[in-house]
């Protein structure tokens, strides 16, 4: 079977006064069947090249689905009289929501079982579930194509029906007021940007529009402050923030807003007493300060220092209690959770051992305390919750990730972190996992994982998934880039806009030291990354094309140039904090450097695994489809190239607990399949 050759229609685009022209621009016409015809003709193709694995796709996926506990469920939390707790059922692969009242012991109530609402359905998601203050009704909403709009529907927790309520097109945030019959949400533009907030008022369809956000950098947010006094607006973009908010008593009261957006400066608040706590950049602030203020004067000028700022500590988040206060923060790339006791003025943070790991301060939703919910992962360990008592400073295991199917033991498995060199000299953090008995020499495979955007940070975690790879002999490991925030503020700020190019030089560094400290070699070495992730993916085979045997992007961001100057589709508008705005030509041509579409070069490139989604609502499903098709024209290799789509989701693929395990096995046996052609 013969790789598509994908049809070649003259398009051309001027900025600038610079000429491109896109033969496969055409492929944007979603509706049109040649369209569709080159996407299943795509995926004939690489099932026809993946047709030696089928079997092996499916042993992988048997033994990845085995080590799940079936009927699982989350640990239960206790909010308003009631015990909440998420379950499954064997053979079923969506949630059961649930809900006890007062005890444990006392009789299940099933708040809602998205199993029957995904009856039929090709893709399913919840998106949120929401009680009433008087616990007497249920608000949720639910995504049935996969391009994350959602419906909010509500419903009687004493009657067991479903209201005629019905809101559509929205973000699927829900949030009650205290009067149990208003609930406030958000809408999308044509674009899909979160830019209105409604009032609904049950058994009325008259929504008030509370909020419209003019602005098309911005997006909007909505939340209820912990002490569940307040409602919150909350407006951002990239750099800037301005917060608004009504007593949670009074939905028609007017908004005050905390501080209006000023450039550059950032802000989040929570509540308790009379008093705001807000994590911000203020002041030269890069990575963070914690201020307060009085809840009747939220402006600036009346901020005053909580937590000063630390140069070489990152401040993530933070958790209020009435004797205490718990701060989540990063330094040289781990996370600490400290803890500072008002009583007596001390302060201590909890101690974690492995040498890369994650921790995060859990759900806690009550003030008058002294019991910190923590939860902790490494690369090694699966994820567990803790309770932990901030007097005695005594930790007890709640609940530990099950490992089932084998004979998991986390004492087989090591972990590492690195440290390589960048061309400018900047260290480049690398975490890393593989199986003891893993021998590291130029012949062990390694699959390098980055993302490097937006300042998101992928820290080191456990996957009961990845021990298919580690059993098999692969190193898996992450790099650190810059443009995430694992060093810091400034790591992400060296690698947007015109730094954008440290985040590719980063990880080609990356894997280069990998080689030359002799974990793997070129011929073993693999990269993957998903989204902006999938977009670095593209910009570092361009560029050094042999350093890796082979790649996989999942539904990669590798049309930039194009889809930043195009502001009708999703996110673009709000994008240009991180990439730039192309109609300025100094960001056009920064960008047009490394777009991937854009240099794709008649040159050798590693073997290729290419994966999207048709309803894909971040990363619209053309511009993998026109990269493939462009690779394809003007590679000078034999090696494979096949392209994937799934017909049925969007962003995060396929949904179902377990349906997403397909693709993990697919890109599992591609990795294992071209490792042997060596």
């Known amino acids: 079977m013969k790789a598509p050759i994908a049809k070649k229609i003259n398009h051309n685009i001027e900025k600038h006064q610079d000429q491109r022209n896109d033969v496969y621009y055409w492929m944007n016409q979603r509706e049109n069947p040649e369209v569709i015809q080159y996407l299943e003709d795509e995926n004939k193709y690489a099932d026809f090249i993946m047709d030696d694995t089928q079997s092996f796709q499916t042993e992988l996926f048997e033994e990845m689905k085995a080590r799940y506990k079936k009927d699982d469920e989350s640990l239960p939390y206790f909010f308003n009289d009631y015990w909440y707790i998420v379950r499954y059922e064997e053979g079923k692969e969506y949630p059961i929501f649930t809900r006890k009242k007062e005890s444990l ?60 309520d019905k809101i559509d097109n929205n973000t699927g945030k829900i949030v009650w007021a205290n009067d149990n019959q208003h609930v406030f949400y958000i809408t999308k533009d044509e674009s899909l940007r979160a830019d209105k907030v409604f009032r609904h008022q049950l058994g009325n369809n008259n929504d008030v529009l509370v909020y419209h956000e003019q602005d098309d950098t911005f997006d909007v947010g909505l939340f209820k402050t912990k002490s569940l006094d307040y409602i919150f607006i909350a407006t951002s973009s990239t750099n800037e923030d301005e917060q608004r908010f009504i007593p949670a008593n009074n939905v028609h009261a007017e908004w005050t807003i905390v501080q209006p957006r000023t450039e550059d400066l950032e802000y989040s608040v929570e509540h308790y007493g009379d008093l705001f706590y807000i994590i911000t950049n203020a002041d030269d602030a890069t990575n963070f300060k914690i201020v307060t203020t009085s809840v009747t004067k939220p402006s600036i000028e009346n901020w005053e220092d909580y937590i000063p700022h630390r140069e070489e500590v990152l401040l993530e988040g933070f958790e209020i209690f009435k004797n205490f206060f718990v701060i989540e923060e990063r330094e040289q790339g781990l996370l600490q959770i400290k803890i500072i006791d008002h009583s007596n003025n001390t302060s201590h943070y909890l101690e974690f051992s492995d040498p890369t790991y994650t921790a ?143 985040t590719f030089t980063d990880f080609i560094d990356a894997g280069q030291y990998l080689t030359n400290i002799n974990y793997t070699s070129p011929k073993h070495l693999y990269a993957m990354g998903g989204s902006a992730g999938g977009l670095l993916i593209g910009a570092v085979i361009n560029m050094q094309s042999d350093l890796f045997h082979g790649v996989v992007a999942q539904v990669p961001f590798v049309d930039v140039v194009t889809t930043m100057l195009d502001d009708s589709i999703p996110l673009t508008t709000g994008e240009y904090d991180e990439w730039g705005n192309p109609n300025d030509e100094e960001y056009y041509q920064y960008m047009k450097s490394y777009s991937p579409y854009d240099n794709v070069a008649a040159q050798d490139y590693p073997h290729c695994l290419i994966t999207t989604g048709f309803h894909d609502s971040q990363v619209q499903y053309w511009e993998p489809a026109k990269w493939t098709a462009k690779l394809r024209d003007m590679k000078t290799d034999n090696n494979i190239l096949i392209f994937k789509t799934d017909m049925s989701s969007g962003h995060g693929g396929a949904s179902g607990r377990f349906e997403s395990l397909k693709e993990i096995a697919l890109e599992y046996a591609f990795l294992l399949k071209i490792d042997k052609m060596n």
């Open 105 to 164: 012991d006392n009789a299940e109530e099933i708040l809602l079982d998205a199993n029957l609402l995904a009856e039929g359905l090709e893709y399913f998601e919840i998106a949120s579930l929401t009680v009433s203050p008087n616990n007497k009704l249920l608000a949720y909403s639910f995504d049935k194509v996969g391009r994350r709009i959602y419906e909010i529907n509500f419903k009687n927790l004493e009657t067991g029906k479903t209201f005629g």
């Open 360 to 502: 995060y301060i859990g759900i806690n939703l009550e003030f008058d305390t002294k019991i910190l919910r923590y939860g902790y992962t490494s690369l090694t360990k699966p994820n567990s919750t803790f309770e932990y008592n901030m007097e005695t400073q005594t930790s007890t295991l709640l609940k530990q990730q099950e490992v089932l199917g084998g004979t998991f033991n986390s004492e087989n498995y090591i972990s590492e972190r690195l440290w390589a060199t960048a061309r400018d000299g900047k260290k480049i953090p690398i975490s890393l996992v593989y199986h003891k008995d893993t021998k590291k020499s130029e012949k062990t495979p390694l699959l390098l994982y980055g993302y490097g955007s937006y300042g998101v940070t992928i820290d080191a975690s456990f996957s009961n998934v990845r021990l298919s790879l580690l059993d098999r002999g692969f190193i898996y490991a992450i790099a650190h880039i810059r443009g995430g925030e694992y060093l810091g503020r400034e790591w992400y700020e060296d690698g947007k806009m015109l730094q954008k190019m440290n």
